[in-house]
């Protein structure tokens, strides 16, 4: 039997929601690993101008992101949902070794499986320097903000 990660699609907005702060909590540990099993084994992604495929190539590309995307902390907040597909937008701040903040705008379009996991992913992302007083995404999101949505700017 194929593992499984639910909700499984069609997805409802209930579920569609909980699907999406599955997906920011996981990315919020910054484990490549944790991260990757989500995803089909073959899944293919688009981010900003890289091509993945597979859950190796996701798994290279994370521990990549998170050695230069510092004190990474993640936002995401539903757009649509339809069938096994669900939009999001998202926000996202880090620091680089510079020290220099920067806060992240980006959506995704997602497809799942019949076994709730990810098959296909297509991120674009928009990056703005920010100072560090300007930050307001402070870590994982805390249980009583969960289903707010993020600001636009």
Known sequence: MPEGRPPYPPFTEETAVQKVQAAEDAWNTRDPQRVA?????DSTWRNR?????????????????????LDYALRKSLW?????????????????????????????LWE????GLMRRREASINDVPITEADRRIHGPRPTEEHGLDIPLQ
């Not at 099993?37 to 084994?41: C, G, I, Q, S, W």
């Not at 597979?54 to 995307?69: C, D, Q, S, V, Y």
């Open 112 to 115: 799942f499986d019949e076994h």
């Open 80 to 108: 649509s949902f339809h069938e096994n597909r669900i939009a999001v937008r998202f926000q996202y701040e880090c620091h680089d070794r510079d020290g220099q903040w920067w806060r992240s705008y980006g959506n995704e």
């Open 49 to 69: 101008d890289a091509f993945l495929t597979g859950r190796e190539e996701i798994i290279a590309f994370l521990t990549r992101k998170w050695e230069r995307e």
């Open 37 to 41: 099993l989500a995803y089909t084994p």
